[in-house]
């Protein structure tokens, strides 16, 4: 029975086998580290990367999963469609039928009115004065919009510590008499680069002062009170709304076109609206028709009106239902940036890799649903940069990984090669699967074969070094070819001899049966070859095969060991050859050998045991002599 292997040295060779591992996994760490910290630093600034032309698209998917919803009943758009546009006789609208509008609105009781149209140019006397009273009459606030160069270090060298925040290089406003008579407020939308609408930045920097935005504005006159800022949201009316870098609204889209109650101009001037529709309501007044221009794309809606987008913004600011993208939450982002990808590594180490893989495939698709199932609730979570971040490293240690194993697997075949040279096949496969196969010696049966050539002395003599050692190189490709065949296993060359073992690396029941035949094929071929080499009847062929329990070990030092079996069995063997010599006969078996064959049919000749006395052995052994006397 086989004992158990040498602790250390089991120890010492795993430890050689993961060090690669170990190091590989380490490094993976490293430029996952790296790679996720240039990758977080510029997203908790908020500035702009690749990474978010990936986001865009899976923030417009996580819109689609997560599907339209009621928008606030408090914000109504009244919309100047193709109707009103009729109905006034001229686009854009005279000043004479915004002025009736605005009455219109507030005698039906609207809370406070946002205008987005661009009052710039200065119209008739009579339009622009009866249009700055109707604005004196009401709580409107009028649009005025921001142009932004390229921010360059001098502009955020004049923004100080508000450099979070857009800085624009010049105001279009409204005409004076315009904005003396109501509240301004910039209805300028920050896109994606794909154009869809993302933010509405609430404050802005121009003119050295602080500019707010419409919905900003409107909300404000509504609650009665200036908005507090905070460092990542607003408060209004004691409603807090979370805000993203730079004091911007991150947009949370409420659906496609008319998800915000929309009603017609034209019907509000004609009073077919009604007025219970308005009565304290918070409107919003902007072209819807599709010939204005202003239009954006969304995530619901390839055309959604600016006015819409605005009116979306301003039911944030009283419901406070934004997408809740604050630095927290960039802080959340940048910390699963940073641990996701540390994880996958660390789980496709493992040496299954495949096994490694797939679990940290699951981590990230459970990241990926988290995420997902977080924006339903209006939480922004980034998508995108945990993906990269974890995509990059992991990809890279997979084909680090991969070309250490192949690396691993050329030498392992190397090793697998130089072990065929010393080793049978079939050790050398158990050797490279098990180096520590046969530390501990095994007790078990075998049969052993011994082959020896009768007259190679003088032949040798006769040759020379150069010629002899050809001839044995023959004589060895004969016999390992034979015993190979088999499943046997040449465990030593004894210069025209050899030991062949039938038994290793695991004893098999026919091993007497192969050790049978082995014997007639090499009497066979060694006979055939000696007669065409060096001439018939020059030399002969002496084989003895014995069956028994032997023990099957290493011998030899720390450094240089070969395997091979000991015991009275292999002794008994080896005297065999003295028996052949004796009788004449190319092949002795003895009887435990018979006795042990599965197919007795296999013998040429009816067995004849006669009892032969063994040198350095008391008990005599009984043999059969098969073949005709050499």
């Given at each position: 029975?086989?004992?158990?292997?040498?602790?250390?040295?089991?120890?010492?060779?795993?430890?050689?086998?993961?060090?690669?591992?170990?190091?590989?996994?380490?490094?993976?760490?490293?430029?996952?580290?790296a790679w996720s910290l240039a990758l977080v630093l510029p997203h908790l600034r908020g500035q702009a990367s690749l990474l978010d032309r990936i986001e865009?698209?899976?923030?417009?998917?996580?819109?689609?999963?997560?599907?339209?919803?009621?928008?606030?009943?408090?914000?109504?758009?009244?919309?100047?469609?193709?109707?009103?546009?009729?109905?006034?006789?001229?686009?854009?609208?005279?000043?004479?039928?915004v002025a009736r509008l605005l009455r219109a609105l507030s005698s039906a009781g609207a809370r406070a009115i946002g205008v987005d149209v661009l009052f710039?140019?200065?119209?008739?006397?009579?339009?622009?004065?009866?249009?700055?009273?109707?604005?004196?009459?009401?709580?409107?606030?009028?649009?005025?919009?921001?142009?932004?160069?390229?921010?360059?270090?001098?502009?955020?060298?004049?923004?100080?510590?508000?450099?979070?925040?857009?800085?624009?290089?010049?105001?279009?406003?409204?005409?004076?008499?315009?904005?003396?008579?109501?509240?301004?407020?910039?209805?300028?939308?920050?896109?994606?680069?794909?154009?869809?609408?993302?933010?509405?930045?609430?404050?802005?920097?121009?003119?050295?002062?602080?500019?707010?935005?419409?919905?900003?504005?409107?909300?404000?006159?509504?609650?009665?009170?200036?908005?507090?800022?905070?460092?990542?949201?607003?408060?209004?009316?004691?409603?807090?709304?979370?805000?993203?870098?730079?004091?911007?609204?991150?947009?949370?889209?409420?659906?496609?076109?008319?998800?915000?109650?929309?009603?017609?101009?034209?019907?509000?001037?004609?009073?077919?609206?009604?007025?219970?529709?308005?009565?304290?309501?918070?409107?919003?007044?902007?072209?819807?028709?599709?010939?204005?221009?202003?239009?954006?794309?969304?995530?619901?809606?390839?055309?959604?009106?600016?006015?819409?987008?605005?009116?979306?913004?301003?039911?944030?600011?009283?419901?406070?239902?934004?997408?809740?993208?604050?630095?927290?939450?960039?802080?959340?982002?940048?910390?699963?940036?940073?641990?996701?990808?540390?994880?996958?590594?660390?789980?496709?180490?493992?040496?299954?890799?495949?096994?490694?893989?797939?679990?940290?495939?699951?981590?990230?698709?459970?990241?990926?649903?988290?995420?997902?199932?977080?924006?339903?609730?209006?939480?922004?979570?980034?998508?995108?940069?945990?993906?990269?971040?974890?995509?990059?490293?992991?990809?890279?240690?997979?084909?680090?990984?991969?070309?250490?194993?192949?690396?691993?697997?050329?030498?392992?075949?190397?090793?697998?090669?130089?072990?065929?040279?010393?080793?049978?096949?079939?050790?050398?496969?158990?050797?490279?699967?098990?180096?520590?196969?046969?530390?501990?010696?095994?007790?078990?049966?075998?049969?052993?074969?011994?082959?020896?050539?009768?007259?190679?002395?003088?032949?040798?003599?006769?040759?020379?070094?150069?010629?002899?050692?050809?001839?044995?190189?023959?004589?060895?490709?004969?016999?390992?070819?034979?015993?190979?065949?088999?499943?046997?296993?040449?465990?030593?060359?004894?210069?025209?001899?050899?030991?062949?073992?039938?038994?290793?690396?695991?004893?098999?029941?026919?091993?007497?049966?192969?050790?049978?035949?082995?014997?007639?094929?090499?009497?066979?071929?060694?006979?055939?070859?000696?007669?065409?080499?060096?001439?018939?009847?020059?030399?002969?062929?002496?084989?003895?095969?014995?069956?028994?329990?032997?023990?099957?070990?290493?011998?030899?030092?720390?450094?240089?060991?070969?395997?091979?079996?000991?015991?009275?069995?292999?002794?008994?063997?080896?005297?065999?050859?003295?028996?052949?010599?004796?009788?004449?006969?190319?092949?002795?078996?003895?009887?435990?050998?018979?006795?042990?064959?599965?197919?007795?049919?296999?013998?040429?000749?009816?067995?004849?045991?006669?009892?032969?006395?063994?040198?350095?052995?008391?008990?005599?052994?009984?043999?059969?002599?098969?073949?005709?006397?050499?």
């Amino acid at each position: 029975m086989r004992g158990k292997p040498d602790p250390d040295l089991v120890l010492m060779r795993g430890a050689e086998r993961g060090g690669g591992l170990l190091l590989l996994a380490a490094l993976g760490l490293g430029l996952g580290l790296a790679w996720s910290l240039a990758l977080v630093l510029p997203h908790l600034r908020g500035q702009a990367s690749l990474l978010d032309r990936i986001e865009a698209p899976l923030a417009d998917l996580r819109f689609l999963v997560a599907g339209p919803r009621p928008a606030p009943a408090d914000v109504v758009v009244v919309a100047i469609d193709d109707a009103t546009i009729a109905a006034a006789g001229a686009y854009p609208l005279p000043r004479a039928y915004v002025a009736r509008l605005l009455r219109a609105l507030s005698s039906a009781g609207a809370r406070a009115i946002g205008v987005d149209v661009l009052f710039v140019a200065a119209g008739t006397e009579r339009d622009d004065a009866d249009l700055a009273a109707a604005f004196s009459e009401t709580r409107a606030v009028i649009a005025m919009a921001a142009l932004f160069p390229r921010l360059g270090d001098e502009a955020r060298a004049r923004a100080g510590a508000l450099a979070n925040l857009p800085v624009a290089e010049r105001l279009l406003r409204p005409a004076d008499r315009f904005s003396q008579a109501a509240g301004l407020g910039l209805v300028n939308v920050a896109t994606d680069h794909g154009g869809i609408a993302r933010h509405v930045p609430l404050l802005v920097v121009a003119e050295g002062e602080l500019q707010p935005s419409l919905p900003l504005r409107l909300a404000a006159l509504a609650a009665g009170r200036d908005p507090d800022f905070g460092p990542d949201a607003v408060t209004l009316g004691g409603l807090t709304v979370p805000l993203d870098v730079g004091a911007s609204l991150a947009l949370r889209f409420y659906g496609p076109q008319g998800t915000v109650r929309t009603v017609s101009a034209a019907d509000v001037v004609q009073g077919r609206a009604g007025g219970a529709g308005l009565q304290g309501r918070l409107v919003l007044v902007g072209a819807t028709s599709p010939g204005s221009g202003d239009v954006l794309p969304t995530p619901f809606d390839r055309v959604l009106p600016g006015v819409e987008i605005l009116a979306t913004a301003l039911a944030h600011l009283t419901a406070g239902d934004a997408l809740v993208r604050t630095a927290t939450v960039r802080r959340i982002d940048a910390g699963i940036a940073l641990l996701l990808p540390a994880l996958a590594i660390l789980l496709v180490a493992f040496r299954r890799v495949a096994l490694g893989l797939g679990l940290a495939c699951l981590l990230v698709a459970l990241t990926a649903g988290a995420v997902t199932g977080l924006f339903a609730y209006g939480i922004w979570l980034s998508l995108a940069l945990p993906l990269a971040a974890v995509a990059v490293p992991v990809l890279a240690y997979l084909g680090a990984r991969l070309w250490l194993d192949r690396r691993q697997a050329v030498r392992l075949t190397r090793d697998r090669d130089a072990l065929l040279r010393f080793h049978p096949p079939a050790v050398a496969a158990r050797l490279a699967r098990e180096p520590d196969f046969l530390v501990v010696p095994v007790e078990q049966a075998a049969a052993v074969l011994f082959v020896d050539l009768s007259g190679f002395t003088g032949l040798s003599e006769r040759l020379g070094p150069a010629s002899t050692r050809a001839l044995l190189k023959d004589m060895h490709d004969i016999v390992e070819d034979a015993a190979t065949l088999r499943d046997g296993s040449v465990t030593s060359f004894m210069g025209d001899g050899a030991m062949i073992l039938f038994g290793l690396p695991e004893a098999r029941p026919d091993d007497p049966d192969r050790a049978l035949a082995t014997a007639r094929d090499l009497a066979a071929r060694l006979a055939a070859w000696l007669d065409r080499e060096i001439g018939p009847g020059q030399g002969g062929v002496r084989i003895g095969v014995h069956s028994g329990p032997v023990v099957v070990s290493r011998l030899g030092g720390t450094r240089n060991q070969h395997i091979t079996a000991t015991g009275d069995t292999v002794n008994v063997t080896s005297r065999l050859l003295d028996i052949a010599k004796a009788e004449g006969a190319p092949i002795v078996l003895t009887g435990d050998l018979i006795a042990a064959l599965h197919r007795p049919s296999s013998l040429p000749e009816p067995p004849v045991l006669t009892a032969r006395a063994v040198r350095g052995r008391a008990r005599p052994i009984t043999v059969h002599c098969l073949g005709a006397p050499v």
